[in-house]
């Protein structure tokens, strides 16, 4: 038998890499893939008129009140949200840990619709009220890992009053403290490309003025109009926004009823379930894979208030909105109500305990090439890992028991959920020997 020959010389393989060196560079450039830092699993949206420093702990408390009040037991909460018994028995402990210890993870002042129109003087103080009220809660107990502020939108009518008060508010801050690792700008109401290249402008300026590295303020996207999913020219609007703002967008926000009334929805079927809704969401999701930007998903007006009955049903209807949201990859969404905290947790961390033995089982089955019945691949074994670090930093999983069922720890787990680490094929060994960027 003769061995073959390669017909393919250097030069021509040469000449490949020089004509696709642009693509290469275009495709790192535009697709880096997740950074693998923390995702908070909901925005808190607070009129910003009604911020104080002690907010998120009475928060925290009102949540808890409303468990008492209306599920005193693990068995009344499991009938009270249809969760299974068995995970709400697991999860419960964790739950009134989290609502004691980081109540909102993500808080949100909000200057546009929770707040509305007020004469200009009066959005100016609370401007530079919230901002430092917002200070005082970062510095405070329960406080939350990532917050800022929903200004109003760059149409016409409130572009000028929106950036004023980000200016205020950002300056106010700043006299206070320095700006939070977490800090973001949530822009709403997004129309055009051209908005989103103007808000980037807005940061670079705020930057320079303020002494702040470039490239430090970042913002989000509220996905509130059909013009956002589909431009005049039939394109895909978000795609386009994404790229339009080289590097500062954070996150694509579904904005429930703004979008489903743009698109002739009947306000009783408006609903984050709702086919339109749907589309919308995929749409943003195809935009956004690969390009390191996060997605939420919106909120349900169902608030559960009033007696047992009328919170039980709003309990149920928000735990399987929000189960329903982490089955579609939409790992974030908005609460509205302190009452909601309790479900949002209970069925974020149901999610997670219920699927942890499966995916470590996977994940340890792919590092150690000891096979079973599911055949990963290396995308999968990203996914897989990218889920158990969610758990462990919503707090749903510890790290202990992932490094029983996994065999690697929390950096080896950081290290599997970038997109070079699975992409390089990393074995159970070099991944445990890899540090996460983010656990130092």
Same mark, same amino acid.
């Given at each position: 038998?003769?061995?073959?020959?390669?017909?393919?010389?250097?030069?021509?393989?040469?000449?490949? #890499?020089?004509?696709?060196?642009?693509? #290469?560079?275009?495709?790192?450039?535009?697709?880096?893939?997740?950074?693998?830092?923390?995702?908070?699993?909901?925005?808190?949206?607070?009129?910003?008129?009604?911020?104080? $420093?002690?907010?998120?702990?009475?928060?925290?408390?009102?949540?808890?009140?409303?468990?008492?009040?209306?599920?005193?037991?693990?068995?009344?909460? /499991?009938?009270?949200?249809?969760?299974?018994?068995?995970?709400?028995?697991?999860?419960?402990?964790?739950?009134?840990?989290?609502?004691?210890?980081?109540?909102?993870?993500?808080?949100?002042?909000?200057?546009?619709?929770?707040?509305?129109?007020?004469?200009?003087?009066?959005?100016?103080?609370?401007?530079?009220?919230?901002?430092?009220?917002? $200070?005082?809660?970062?510095?405070?107990?329960?406080?939350? !890992?990532?917050?800022?502020?929903?200004?109003?939108?760059?149409?016409?009518?409130?572009?000028?009053?929106?950036?004023?008060?980000?200016?205020?508010?950002?300056?106010?801050?700043?006299?206070?403290?320095?700006?939070?690792?977490?800090?973001?700008?949530?822009?709403?109401?997004?129309?055009?490309?051209?908005?989103?290249?103007?808000?980037?402008?807005?940061?670079?300026?705020?930057?320079?003025?303020?002494?702040?590295?470039?490239?430090?303020?970042?913002?989000?996207?509220?996905?509130?109009?059909?013009?956002?999913?589909?431009?005049?020219?039939?394109?895909?609007?978000?795609?386009?926004?994404? @790229?339009?703002?080289?590097?500062?967008?954070?996150?694509?926000?579904?904005?429930?009823?703004?979008?489903?009334?743009?698109?002739?929805?009947?306000?009783?079927?408006?609903?984050?379930?709702?086919?339109?809704?749907?589309?919308?969401?995929?749409?943003?999701?195809?935009?956004?894979?690969?390009?390191?930007?996060?997605?939420?998903?919106?909120?349900?007006?169902?608030?559960?208030?009033? #007696?047992?009955?009328?919170?039980?049903?709003?309990?149920?209807?928000?735990?399987?909105?929000?189960?329903?949201?982490?089955?579609?990859?939409?790992?974030?969404?908005?609460?509205?109500? !302190? /009452?909601?905290?309790?479900?949002?947790?209970?069925?974020?961390? $149901?999610?997670?305990?219920?699927?942890?033995?499966?995916?470590?089982?996977?994940?340890?089955?792919?590092?150690?090439?000891?096979?079973?019945?599911?055949? #990963?691949?290396?995308?999968?074994?990203?996914?897989?890992?990218?889920?158990?670090?969610?758990?462990?930093?919503?707090?749903?999983?510890?790290?202990?028991?992932?490094?029983?069922?996994?065999?690697?720890?929390?950096?080896?787990?950081?290290?599997?959920?970038?997109?070079?680490?699975?992409? @390089?094929?990393?074995?159970?060994?070099?991944?445990?020997?890899?540090?996460?960027?983010?656990?130092?």
């Amino acid at each position: 038998m003769t061995t073959a020959v390669p017909r393919l010389g250097a030069d021509v393989l040469d000449d490949l #890499d020089r004509r696709l060196a642009p693509a #290469d560079a275009e495709l790192a450039a535009r697709y880096p893939g997740d950074s693998g830092a923390r995702q908070p699993v909901h925005t808190v949206y607070v009129p910003a008129d009604q911020m104080a $420093a002690g907010l998120p702990a009475e928060w925290g408390a009102r949540a808890l009140a409303a468990l008492e009040e209306h599920a005193g037991s693990a068995a009344a909460l /499991a009938g009270a949200t249809g969760v299974d018994q068995a995970l709400v028995d697991q999860v419960l402990p964790g739950v009134l840990a989290k609502l004691e210890r980081e109540p909102v993870e993500d808080l949100r002042l909000d200057f546009e619709d929770g707040y509305g129109p007020r004469p200009p003087a009066e959005e100016d103080a609370h401007a530079q009220g919230a901002a430092r009220a917002l $200070a005082g809660a970062l510095a405070g107990a329960a406080a939350p !890992p990532y917050a800022g502020l929903r200004i109003k939108c760059l149409e016409a009518a409130t572009r000028r009053r929106g950036l004023r008060t980000l200016d205020l508010f950002l300056s106010a801050l700043l006299e206070e403290a320095a700006l939070p690792d977490g800090f973001v700008v949530t822009l709403p109401k997004v129309t055009d490309v051209r908005q989103v290249e103007a808000m980037v402008m807005v940061c670079g300026r705020l930057e320079e003025a303020h002494g702040l590295p470039r490239g430090r303020l970042r913002f989000e996207i509220q996905v509130e109009t059909p013009q956002a999913i589909l431009g005049a020219d039939g394109t895909a609007t978000v795609a386009r926004m994404i @790229q339009a703002a080289g590097g500062r967008c954070s996150g694509l926000h579904y904005g429930t009823y703004d979008y489903s009334a743009a698109c002739g929805i009947a306000a009783a079927y408006q609903s984050m379930e709702h086919p339109a809704a749907d589309h919308a969401k995929a749409v943003m999701q195809v935009a956004a894979a690969g390009t390191g930007v996060r997605l939420s998903d919106g909120s349900t007006n169902v608030l559960p208030v009033g #007696d047992s009955a009328a919170v039980h049903a709003a309990w149920r209807l928000h735990a399987r909105l929000v189960r329903r949201s982490l089955e579609r990859g939409y790992w974030q969404g908005w609460d509205m109500h !302190p /009452a909601q905290l309790p479900t949002r947790y209970l069925a974020t961390y $149901a999610f997670f305990r219920e699927g942890l033995p499966a995916a470590a089982a996977r994940l340890r089955a792919y590092l150690e090439r000891t096979g079973g019945g599911v055949l #990963d691949e290396p995308a999968t074994a990203q996914a897989l890992a990218g889920f158990v670090a969610r758990g462990l930093d919503c707090g749903a999983l510890t790290e202990a028991e992932v490094t029983d069922r996994t065999g690697l720890d929390r950096a080896a787990i950081g290290a599997w959920t970038r997109r070079s680490g699975a992409s @390089q094929g990393l074995t159970a060994g070099a991944a445990r020997d890899t540090v996460h960027p983010h656990s130092e």
